[in-house]
């Protein structure tokens, strides 16, 4: 079973940056691939980033491309989502996710999420 928390969220004007972090618990962690996802209220959950589980290759959603940086600590079973330059249409909820690493599609397939925190860009 692995635990996740997020912190880091808040209300940011547009062009500011947040950091968020996701720390988990249990022993697996660097054996787990890392996933970011959103949700605007009224829409559906969508991916933003992933990392494998030694954070050498990243993936990201065209809309956060050259904006979102995920990074990972294994050594503080923490992943991180550096946000800059964020726009109105980047707040949601967004949510830390985590499963083993043994899919090549990062983009889904998670078995374990964080309850979420809030990120609001004002315009």
């Known amino acids: 079973q692995v635990q996740l928390v997020e912190s880091g969220g808040g209300l940011v004007q547009a062009g500011g940056s947040l950091r968020l972090s996701c720390a988990a618990s249990g022993r697996t962690f660097s054996t787990n691939a890392m996933g970011w996802f959103r949700q605007a209220p009224g829409k559906e959950r969508e991916f933003v980033a992933a990392i494998n589980r030694n954070g050498g290759r990243t993936y990201y959603a065209d809309s956060v491309k050259g904006r979102f940086t995920i990074s990972r600590d294994n050594a503080k079973n923490t992943v991180y989502l550096q946000m800059n330059s964020l726009k109105p249409e980047d707040t949601a909820v967004y949510y830390c996710?985590?499963?083993?690493?043994?899919?090549?599609?990062?983009?889904?397939?998670?078995?374990?999420w964080g309850q979420g925190t809030q990120v609001i860009v004002s315009s």
């Open positions: 996710a985590a499963r083993p690493d043994m899919s090549s599609n990062y983009f889904r397939g998670y078995d374990y």
